[in-house]
């Protein structure tokens, strides 16, 4: 029974059209797709320019057959009461609405009109199907948290009976709990692995020490499908070793859609058929393929709230390689608001300074995960999960790496957890900055 699609015809979301008009939308070629891709940018400003009192205000210069008048908006635009938000003729009562789980410091309410949430999984279905994964046929082993009030727990617990999966407690990585999760895979004819990377990570780690590659305890799984957290390219061959199937990177944003899926080639194909993804630089000029800038997005379909040039606070490349009809995010580099920024005033990003940190620390195999503060312009603290304390030479290897690649004088501090603190929806954020830039 096809019990995931048919929900969401209950729920009122148009599945069935949503498909049809994907189909529509992939079967143009390239000078098709050009004029398609251009209609729809003029028509979706235009559209909220006559019916959202709030981008009426916004966008007031904007001229929807000029791209370059179409003002860039960020997350701090779109938190107001939603109310405030919404197109003519949409309400609370005929509208999807959800919230961002604020794993960026600004969660907000948004929505959309119901046809483009449809469209959102009619591309997320398509995307799985690359690999043979079906939502209504197939069963997921997920790795994601789940809100702890009754009311949530359950509301969640229904939709993963519904999507045929099973859920994970991402919240506990201790070798007990991981040794329950390999006796579940032994029990249960899982399909494909989903979820945040990290805890996905350290289950490959346990299966490493273990010795054993799950899918020879679970030979129904065909793929492991990662998303919300950084994949870095030496956990990725790790977990595909251990877990004995293709690792596939995801990278989607809930209020706008599937952004990026990695196809059966490795390219990581951006979503050109509901989504227009551009890369500008910080006077918001668009730059070309091949060169990193901020990654600011444009939904084409949805009409219950403007994401128009909607910067997502991302930074990253698209290939040289991309076309509009086939855009590849080369690269995602971090968070603008992931900098570390040093006494000097150099400023760099957080996270390439982890990787660093991590090739160092990961070498000792009884270091499981860890993440970086800063706590003061000169001061960072390392806390990581671990059988054992660091060595001293291992400290003293991190402390010299990290001044090498910042600056001199800066005081690095370890400290040594039983587990690392993880947002409410269980991500793991690998580096933040306690530091108030503006003071």
Not at 45 to 62: D, E, I, R
Not at 252 to 267: C, M, P, R, V
Not at 380 to 393: C, D, M, P, R
Request: proline share 4%.
């Amino acid at each position: 029974m096809n019990l995931f699609n048919l929900s969401l015809k209950i729920k009122g979301f148009p599945i069935r059209e949503a498909k049809l008009a994907l189909k529509e939308i992939q079967k143009k070629n390239d000078a098709e797709f050009n004029i398609y891709l251009e209609t729809k940018k003029q028509d979706i400003v235009a559209y909220h320019l006559k019916h959202n009192s709030f981008y009426k205000s916004f966008g007031k210069n904007a001229n929807p057959q000029d791209w370059n008048t179409v003002p860039v908006m960020t997350k701090k635009d779109l938190q107001n009461p939603l109310e405030t938000l919404l197109s003519d003729g949409f309400s609370l009562k005929n509208i999807y609405v959800d919230k961002t789980s604020g794993a960026s410091g600004q969660p907000f309410v948004f929505s959309k009109d119901k046809f483009t949430h449809a469209l959102t999984w009619s591309v997320i279905m398509d995307r799985f199907s690359w690999f043979n994964l079906n939502f209504n046929t197939t069963k997921q082993a997920r790795f994601y948290g789940i809100p702890l009030d009754k009311k949530g727990y359950y509301t969640e617990k229904l939709k993963d009976f519904i999507s045929n999966r099973y859920r994970f407690n991402v919240f506990d990585l201790s070798d007990h709990a991981l040794e329950n999760w390999l006796a579940d895979f032994k029990k249960k004819p899982f399909a494909y692995l989903n979820g945040y990377t990290s805890p996905i990570v350290q289950f490959a780690k346990y299966l490493q020490h273990r010795n054993i590659i799950l899918k020879t305890v679970c030979p129904t799984l065909k793929a492991c499908v990662v998303t919300s957290e950084m994949l870095f390219e030496n956990d990725k061959q790790l977990m595909e070793k251990w877990l004995g199937v293709p690792v596939i990177n995801e990278y989607g944003a809930s209020e706008l859609d599937l952004i990026a899926f990695e196809n059966i080639k490795g390219e990581w194909v951006a979503n050109s058929e509901t989504l227009f993804i551009e890369v500008l630089d910080e006077n918001n000029h668009v730059l070309p393929y091949g060169q990193e800038g901020r990654l600011v997005i444009t939904s084409l379909y949805n009409r219950a709230q403007p994401f128009i040039r909607y910067d997502i606070g991302d930074i990253g490349i698209l290939s040289k390689k991309s076309t509009p009809h086939k855009p590849i995010l080369e690269k995602l580099t971090g968070r603008t608001n992931d900098m570390a920024i040093l006494p000097s005033g150099k400023k760099a990003a957080g996270l390439t300074f982890y990787y660093i940190t991590k090739s160092i620390i990961e070498n000792d195999s009884s270091v499981k995960e860890f993440i970086i503060e800063q706590l003061k312009l000169d001061t960072f603290k390392i806390h990581y999960v671990s059988e054992k304390n660091l060595s001293s030479a291992k400290i003293q290897m991190v402390k010299n790496e990290m001044e090498n690649y910042l600056e001199k004088g800066l005081t690095i501090l370890f400290e040594r957890e039983t587990k690392l603190k993880r947002s409410k929806s269980g991500k793991l954020k690998q580096f933040s900055s306690l530091i108030n830039p503006n003071k």
